[in-house]
């Protein structure tokens, strides 16, 4: 913080108590002394000490401290002599960070010499410390262990996130000690000199306090940590205390527990960072991936993938091409992470370029998998990399044999697991291609049947979410109470950018049932919780789908022109799986706006993006987009009859929560006569799905060169 306003030399009482630093201070002395005032007899050394501490808040609190042990004048005297000695230091350092210096020497000269060894120990610590962690990496026991040897620290008796089976911290007075002291009694003797400062537990009365330091106290304490030659011996014990605290976690983030421990690793978030940062910067190859991988499962369920990713590529150079002897799974993880972040860089949107963008994603994967297997394991086995062969089928690899081979590892995996397995072959099954939507909602359905009241809430909510973009093909409102659970469950996890990913979905079920204003408010909300710009990027994909819906195709094919050109940013995987559905979009658009040949060409370039690896759902909403394209051309009635049939066999199930298409229907059965209609529609959804993609090629690829290149208006 800046310096606060100081009093003039001499200021009375009146004039005194009306600058901020005297107030500061003024408040911190009444924390111990309610009746302090400033007054005749108080305010000249109070002044004095404002002025002498140039105004900087810590400077004054420290001060303020102090007069519980001191004399106010006698203490005004002191600064004055101590800073008055220090005045002559360099002169390229300025005054006040010279007087900032010297309060924090003189706190730390009135140290013995335990809690010297306290205060320069828990500079380590980023963000604070639960007391078990600071009696875990401060003891004197830590120290001994060395930066390799001893085992993991800390481990609460109890089992719980918060130390023993009631929430009280793991441990006792004397099981740790620093200088021959207990642990404990030194930390607290700390908060008494303001040198330390506590937070309080959970508001239930549960949980362990925070122990934490001003970051100026900390760097200052890191400072003489260095010149202890203790510093690596902490360090190691830090990263240890972390790595042991996020395997402790893992069996808990599974379960009934799930919130509490969620809410633990959230509060060591910054430490876990800073032991990473630390061990990579060591140059610790092994520790690295030990520690990174720890940490897959907790990324996924509080959105700090990027995180992840980004440690796993920095510990992957440290690593290498090959993993070392011993550390396979943790290398293919580490290389699984970053392939799924991997930016692609700017590129067209041509088939050729499309394919080999996919096939650059598909071989780094099938690396993954390759040492994965050369250990001795299976992906679909483990708990991260079960994501391997799920997005190499979507990407086109043996989607069948795929779903077969996490089925049998469902069949031999702890209930857990099975869940999870089960959830990602049921999105596999109406995910790729042909994709049998019929089939995977009746296995989302299952799941859901099957889940207890202590089901990891993370899957939960996935399941909710994609069964109920299944459900909301002919059902709105039962997907609506799907992803209204969901979306009470996300707020529990506190996952903002998934909980803007429900709410922006049922804002566009809202619209498609008519409820407009529940729509929008569903929209700012949304934007409200969006915390990452690809989170951002797909509300506004929402927000388009609203438009159209609502009428105002011009705002929608806008809007879409913004997704697209923020497109380029998104992250491989995902552009890869949602720029057709993103030019579909503005294909709709363009056809509700008039501009019929826009809408064709853009349309076409949807459907060489799908074409390259055929992902059923996306191909189906390509076909559908085809078929109100037919349907706006004169005589071509029955052809976007048998292009929506078409729709249905990519995609294994009918969309009749959709309006436009619903309208289309009408128009068509009108048209053709009923009997007409439904017998053009029954060829094309009757077609086994390699006819049916000829059949929408057939009419989509000569849209191809019908327009000129489409562009953003003017």
């Not at 580490?334 to 996919?358: H, I, P, Q, W, Y």
């Not at 049998?436 to 799941?447: H, L, N, S, T, V």
């Not at 292009?643 to 969309?655: D, S």
Request: net charge negative; proline share 5%; charged share 30%.
């Amino acid at each position: 913080m800046p310096p606060l306003a100081l009093p003039p030399e001499g200021a009375g009482p009146a004039e005194a108590a009306g600058y901020a630093s005297v107030r500061l201070f003024v408040d911190r002395v009444r924390a111990w002394r309610p009746a302090f005032a400033v007054d005749e007899a108080t305010a000249e050394p109070v002044v004095r000490i404002c002025r002498e501490l140039d105004g900087m808040p810590l400077a004054l609190e420290l001060a303020a401290a102090r007069v519980r042990a001191m004399p106010l004048p006698q203490l005004a005297e002191r600064l004055t002599d101590r800073f008055r000695l220090l005045a002559s230091g360099p002169r390229q350092v300025r005054p006040r960070h010279q007087t900032l210096q010297a309060v924090v020497d003189w706190s730390w000269e009135l140290l013995d010499g335990p809690e010297q060894a306290l205060l320069r120990r828990l500079s380590v610590f980023v963000g604070g410390a639960a007391l078990d962690a600071v009696e875990a990496v401060c003891a004197d026991a830590a120290l001994d262990a060395g930066p390799e040897g001893g085992a993991d620290p800390g481990a609460d008796p109890g089992g719980g996130p918060d130390g023993g089976p009631d929430g009280a911290p793991a441990g006792g007075v004397g099981c740790g000690t620093v200088g021959g002291r207990d642990v404990w009694s030194v930390l607290f003797a700390l908060v008494d000199k303001s040198l330390v400062e506590v937070d309080g537990g959970d508001a239930d009365g549960q949980g362990q306090p925070r122990y934490r330091m001003l970051e100026t106290v900390r760097a200052y304490g890191a400072q003489r940590l260095a010149e202890s030659g203790e510093r690596e011996r902490i360090r190691a014990a830090h990263a240890r205390r972390m790595r042991w605290l996020w395997r402790t976690a893992e069996e808990p983030l599974r379960g009934p527990d799930q919130l509490r421990w969620l809410a633990r690793l959230r509060e060591e978030h910054e430490n876990y960072a800073a032991a990473v940062r630390r061990t990579l910067a060591a140059g610790d190859a092994r520790a690295a991936l030990e520690l990174v991988t720890t940490a897959f499962l907790y990324a996924m369920r509080v959105d700090a993938w990027s995180d992840l990713a980004r440690w796993a590529e920095e510990t992957l150079a440290l690593v290498g091409e090959e993993p070392p002897p011993g550390y396979e799974l943790a290398y293919a993880e580490c290389r699984f992470a970053r392939a799924l972040e991997k930016d692609l860089g700017r590129r067209s949107t041509g088939m050729d370029e499309a394919a080999e963008v996919v096939e650059g994603v598909r071989a780094e994967l099938e690396r993954v998998e390759e040492i994965v297997h050369a250990a001795g394991e299976r992906c679909e086995d483990h708990v991260s990399l079960v994501f391997v062969p799920v997005f190499l089928a979507m990407l086109g690899r043996d989607p069948e044999g795929t779903v077969a081979r996490l089925d049998a590892a469902a069949e031999r995996a702890d209930p857990w697991r099975r869940m999870n397995i089960e959830a990602f072959a049921a999105t596999l099954v109406m995910q790729s291609f042909p994709a049998r939507a019929r089939e995977g909602r009746d296995r989302m359905r299952a799941i859901l049947a099957g889940l207890s009241d202590g089901a990891d809430r993370w899957v939960l909510t996935h399941v909710l979410f994609l069964l109920a973009e299944l459900e909301s093909l002919e059902d709105g409102e039962r997907a609506m109470g799907l992803l209204d659970e969901a979306v009470r469950i996300t707020r529990e996890l506190g996952l903002s950018d998934q909980l803007a990913a429900l709410l922006g979905h049922r804002a566009v079920i809202d619209a498609r049932m008519g409820r407009t204003e529940r729509a929008r408010a569903g929209l700012a909300d949304a934007g409200a919780a969006a915390a990452t710009p690809d989170t951002r990027q797909s509300l506004v994909f929402y927000r388009a789908d609203v438009e159209l819906r609502e009428g105002r195709p011009e705002a929608a094919r806008d809007l879409m022109w913004e997704v697209l050109f923020g497109a380029d940013q998104a992250k491989s995987v995902a552009r890869l799986h949602l720029e057709p559905v993103w030019r579909t979009m503005l294909a709709r658009a363009f056809l509700a706006s008039g501009q019929a040949r826009e809408a064709r060409r853009t349309a076409a370039e949807a459907w060489e993006l799908v074409h390259t690896w055929l992902q059923g759902q996306q191909a189906a909403a390509v076909a559908e987009a085809a078929a109100l394209i037919l349907g706006e051309e004169g005589g071509r009635a029955e052809d976007a009859a048998t292009v929506l049939g078409a729709a249905e066999a990519l995609r294994g199930l009918p969309f009749t929560t959709d309006g436009a298409l619903a309208r289309l229907a009408r128009d068509l059965a009108k048209e053709l006569g009923r009997d007409g209609y439904e017998e053009a529609y029954a060829r094309g959804a009757q077609s086994a799905p390699e006819d049916a993609v000829a059949l929408v090629a057939r009419h989509v690829e000569a849209w191809r060169q019908d327009a000129p290149e489409a562009g953003p208006p003017s």
